[in-house]
């Protein structure tokens, strides 16, 4: 079976600061995405970066990077000069390639930015 | 943008009674429909996955006759919760897939369900 774990339910750093959320997961898949998604109090679930497993570069948007460590089945989230908007739930998830492609979400980390 | 409209955003009904929460896709074709319940403070849990015009394959423990999906046409699918209890109110969520090519799920606005 897939897991995923987040092992960091919350977390806090002042804004305009860097803060890492860290993801591993367990799979016997080779080709898989990884995702990271952004819930904030308002629920609606947002994607924030997408990794592609056979792709050896990190994915960068804007802010938000990650580090991918594939034979250590790790996919951390960096967020660099954090902002109040940030504030949120974050979930690592994945799907396989294969099957019904459902995804797989970690229990999430609750970030917040303190002003 | 692919684009999940999720309806109604809330609803309070009465024990013993039924209630229907639609997801439309409104500018590409959902596949493949997922459905997703959410306590809070906790993560998504799913419930069971759609496929346009099959039947609904359902999670380990959840009940295929309280939560019946509907999934009939490429842009709706629905999730009927038949004689509601107050420990079916949750936070539920649809999240859509396109077809091959789009690979991304997008996700409904949720629904807050309270049973009373």
């Known amino acids: 079976a897939q897991t995923v774990t987040q092992s960091q339910p919350e977390m806090s750093v002042q804004e305009a600061e860097t803060v890492t959320l860290s993801c591993t997961y367990d799979t016997s898949e080779n080709n898989y995405y990884l995702f990271w998604y952004k819930q904030p109090p308002s629920r609606q679930m947002i994607l924030v970066i997408r990794?592609?497993?056979?792709?050896?570069q990190n994915a960068t948007e804007n802010r938000f990077s990650v580090n991918f460590q594939k034979a250590a089945k790790s996919f951390s989230l960096k967020i660099s000069d954090s902002q109040l908007g940030d504030t949120a739930m974050y979930f690592c998830a994945f799907p396989p390639l294969s099957g019904n492609e459902k995804l797989t979400f970690g229990t999430g980390t609750r970030l917040t930015i303190i002003p | 943008g692919a684009v999940v409209s999720q309806h109604p955003s809330w609803v309070i009904c009465k024990s013993g009674t039924s209630v229907k929460i639609e997801c439309r896709s409104l500018d590409f074709q959902a596949t493949t429909m997922f459905w997703y319940r959410q306590f809070p403070k906790q993560s998504l849990m799913l419930m069971a996955t759609s496929n346009e015009g099959s039947k609904a394959t359902y999670e380990q423990g959840v009940e295929k006759d309280k939560f019946l999906i509907n999934h009939a046409s490429l842009t709706l699918s629905t999730l009927t919760v038949t004689s509601a209890h107050p420990e079916d109110s949750s936070f539920y969520i649809c999240?859509?897939?396109?077809?091959?090519?789009?690979?991304?799920?997008?996700f409904g606005s949720g629904t807050r369900l309270t049973v009373v």
């Open positions: 990794q592609e497993a056979y792709k050896q």
């Open positions: 999240s859509a897939r396109g077809s091959r090519g789009n690979y991304g799920y997008t």
